[in-house]
């Protein structure tokens, strides 16, 4: 039920374009874009000191039978239904899609089996795609977080723009655009954004916000932007943290933007050697507590083997930490479509399979 393998000889395309033209020269105007690279708001490093790489070689080398589950992770197979209301389905990693008030939303969309410019090689799943990508109900607009393997997938996104009976409108960070455009999406289907800057598709208004990550797909990095996002619709409201360290801006965020029904908070794949592109589950908690948030649904965990923490770490810490914050939180197995104003009740289900 994945997208098909490209050939490893499309290695280049997988890697994306560079921005040129009238795309470079708006990349050159932000506020963001310093010295030739986008920066975060705060001092952010994206990369290992010495003395953190023979740990984090050691950490990839042994102890992987933990980073897996023990048995099979189990999956729902729905594809949506009525788009009214608020509704969720976390289809594994950060893979969500948001049906609310008649309109949907897919957020960083990967149906490949691998998270990598090469489906020889790099993170495989630990779970099948839920659903085959052309099960999904009619998509109004693709969401994308920024331009990592796990997070933009050409294969998934070339499929996803090929529907031409319900053209999908893709919103992306700065620059991202210049890899789609490569990969065949049509230019007046892109909405390339800044921070705090906006895009209504079908009656919702997606709204590209502040993070603290960095960007790249081959040697060089922060050519394009990364970001959260703002899900509104007439009435309600969705967060999506993306991939992010934690950082004051998002009690910004949530005093320009909040209160939000639901919020979609990475929290795995993180270390002690990179504390400040990937939070810590209990930094998740925090961001959905900053932004206002009713119900907490966690993402970026369980599919791929991404960092050296156990497998089910991430949502054990998430759970104790909402807990004692009194965070409203709900833990869908990949596939489970969660009614936001009706959650079911909350089941520890990993704790089973771990």
Not at 81 to 106: C, F, K, N, P, Q
Not at 118 to 142: F, T
Not at 216 to 233: E, K, Q
């Amino acid at each position: 039920m994945t997208t098909k393998n490209p050939s490893p000889a499309n290695i280049a395309a997988q890697i994306g374009a560079k921005a040129s033209g009238s795309r470079r020269t708006r990349i050159q105007a932000s506020p963001q874009f310093d010295g030739g690279k986008f920066r975060n708001s705060v001092p952010t490093s994206n990369s290992l000191s010495l003395s953190a790489i023979p740990r984090v070689a050691a950490g990839a080398l042994f102890g992987g039978e933990a980073r897996r589950p023990k048995h099979d992770i189990p999956v729902v197979r729905s594809s949506g239904g009525d788009a009214d209301g608020l509704h969720i389905t976390w289809y594994g990693h950060s893979s969500a899609l948001i049906e609310i008030e008649g309109s949907r939303v897919l957020l960083d969309p990967l149906w490949s089996d691998r998270c990598s410019p090469s489906q020889l090689a790099g993170p495989k799943r630990l779970h099948a795609a839920p659903i085959a990508l052309h099960e999904l109900p009619p998509v109004d607009a693709v969401v994308i977080s920024h331009d990592h393997y796990d997070h933009l997938d050409m294969a998934t996104i070339q499929q996803l723009a090929a529907n031409t009976e319900h053209p999908v409108t893709f919103a992306v960070p700065l620059g991202v655009g210049a890899h789609l455009e490569r990969w065949g999406v049509p230019a007046d289907r892109i909405a390339e954004l800044d921070w705090n800057e906006s895009v209504s598709v079908a009656g919702v208004e997606l709204i590209a916000t502040p993070a603290r990550h960095f960007s790249g797909r081959g040697l060089s990095r922060d050519d394009t932007l990364w970001a959260s996002w703002v899900i509104n619709g007439p009435s309600r409201k969705v967060f999506y943290s993306g991939d992010t360290g934690y950082f004051p801006g998002f009690a910004e965020i949530g005093a320009q933007h909040g209160p939000f029904d639901a919020t979609l908070v990475q929290i795995g794949a993180y270390s002690h050697d990179w504390p400040d592109i990937h939070m810590f589950p209990e930094d998740g908690v925090a961001v959905h507590r900053d932004v206002q948030g009713g119900l907490m649904i966690p993402v970026h965990w369980a599919t791929f083997e991404l960092a050296a923490h156990r497998w089910a770490e991430p949502v054990e810490r998430v759970w104790q930490e909402s807990k004692a914050h009194g965070v409203r939180l709900a833990v869908p197995r990949p596939g489970e479509r969660i009614d936001v104003d009706s959650p079911p009740e909350f089941d520890a289900w990993w704790e089973q399979i771990a």
